[in-house]
């Protein structure tokens, strides 16, 4: 964003409520000024503001903060991830059942992956991430699904503004690569994280479909040596998975009922 249009105090409280996440859903007053480094007054103040329309509420016991009622009734609000979400969810489970590996679901955010559903692995090692958390699109399975949705103008403006981060040897580092990448991914109906933002970690994942773009990308995180050993069988559940999910979302759609 451009500096000139920043609201610093608007920024600070939108970064106070996106503390509160799966590992912390309660905060004290002294976690949350510790957290952001904000000073004493500042913090007060925010909190108290946010506190005052209920988008966050107090534990009278505890003496601890969370999300209040008004970030539901705003979540309720956005129909369209609520229905991915109801949709998705249980087919997500149901390739979990099957597979018994990491499930995830998102969607793209601003040029990042937002993480709206995650089901954990039953298997002794598992993949940590959460419901919530946004990770950059280019070296994710999910993200790159997002990706090649979108047209090369596009792609090009996520890259000018949130640069191709390096994670691993593995990682995409320049749009002539990611464009590249990208295109196979269109043509295949799949992507494949090759340790790309974590070693030891691949993924396979596919695109939700509705009126013939990607609006949600589920994928399956599973350790490499696990991953090679049935990278076939990953891929095709992970594709299917996506396909059912794309059709009962063509059924909830009301225009297409008419």
Known sequence: MDQKYKIKVLEKALKVMELFG????ELTATEIQGLLNLNKTSTFRIIKN???YGYLERDPESLKYRLGIKIYYLGSLVKPYVNLRKAAKPLLEEMNRQCEETVHLAVL???ESLYLEKIEGKKTIRVMTSRGVKL???CSGVGKVLLAGLDSEEVSEIVSQRGLEKFTDNTITSLDELSRELQRVRQQGYAVDNEEIEDGLKCAAAPVMMNG???AAISLSVPKDRFDEKEASFISLVKDTAEDISE???QMDPARRR
């Open 109 to 111: 955010s601003k040029g």
């Open 22 to 25: 799966e590992e912390d859903k």
């Open 213 to 215: 773009r990607p609006v």
């Open 50 to 52: 946010l506190e005052e």
């Open 136 to 138: 950059p699109a280019h």
């Open 248 to 250: 009962l979302l063509r």
